[in-house]
């Protein structure tokens, strides 16, 4: 009885996942093709919300004036490494960039002046750890989409194709032959099967890409899918780690069948500056 209860549950909840998952790739499409504004407007607004997400995890919104900062601060990260591919006259001085260290250290002045405050440094290191693993891999994105010297759309959807293809791929293998698991101390439901699901289809997307779009060297298209399926299952892994660090199951309920933006998006926080020092450097 309690597996046939069980089964029209799974069954509602693929059917939400590919609901969402088909909606949120049409968006992606008409942002990616439709106007490099559009791009950047879409990714910087999810980038926001995955922040915000993790913010509101770690117990940050008691401290609204760090929330807003953190945000503030990676927003503006956003904003300058877009204006530097899309509208240079626009960007600031590369000098200007040694203003970093003085904009973060304010927030220790901020904690500072704060009474009541039980837990200083735990919430600071929180509020930089929101701003490195959630805000800059979106604002690294753009490295990406004019990697060559003009924006391109493909290049992004090349690389989002290869991360949904891992998760797919582990997901769906995982769930009919996922039998041996593959690290138990932080994620028992996810095995070694199910990673092996997911290097199989990343490598066959990332032929698919090449023979699509054709817009870079092949080998750097391999060289990419290799990094996702390193990172993309390391990265579900440290939000798994980080869930488990709260005592929380799921991020958030934001997108149907899927959670969170950050159980959405865990591979491509991880994944992102991975390419983008490897497009950078070859």
Do not use: C
Not at 195 to 209: E, K, Q
Not at 226 to 231: E, K
Request: glycine share 10%; hydrophobic share 50%; proline share 5%.
């Amino acid at each position: 009885m309690e597996a046939g209860q069980n089964t029209p549950k799974k069954s509602s909840e693929l059917k939400q996942r590919v609901i969402a998952g088909v909606g949120g790739l049409g968006l992606i499409l008409l942002a990616l093709f439709g106007h490099p504004w559009g791009y950047f407007v879409l990714f910087m607004l999810i980038g926001v919300l995955t922040q915000w997400e993790f913010y509101q995890l770690v117990g940050l919104r008691k401290k609204r004036y760090l929330e807003v900062y953190g945000i503030l601060l990676g927003v503006l990260a956003n904003i300058e490494i877009f204006f530097s591919f899309y509208e240079p006259w626009a960007a600031i001085s590369p000098k200007f960039y040694l203003l970093t260290f003085p904009i973060l250290f304010i927030v220790f002045l901020l904690e500072l002046y704060k009474k009541d405050n039980e837990a200083p440094f735990q919430d600071i290191g929180w509020w930089l750890l929101g701003i490195i693993y959630t805000a800059l891999p979106f604002a690294l994105l753009h490295f990406i989409a004019f990697d060559g010297g003009s924006y391109s759309p493909t290049n992004v959807l090349g690389v989002l194709f290869l991360i949904w293809a891992n998760d797919i791929g582990a997901y769906f293998m995982g769930k009919a032959f996922g039998k041996t698991p593959l690290f138990p101390r932080i994620s028992p439901k996810k095995t070694r099967e199910g990673s092996l699901g997911g290097v199989l289809l990343t490598l066959l997307i990332a032929a698919v890409v090449i023979f699509t779009f054709n817009d870079r060297d092949d080998w750097k298209w391999f060289v990419i899918a290799g990094i996702v399926i390193v990172t993309g299952t390391y990265g579900d892994l440290v939000e798994s780690m980080f869930k488990r660090s709260i005592q929380i199951k799921d991020s958030g309920s934001t997108i149907p069948g899927h959670g969170g933006f950050l159980d959405r998006f865990d591979a491509f926080l991880l994944a992102i500056p991975f390419i983008v020092a490897f497009l950078q450097i070859f």
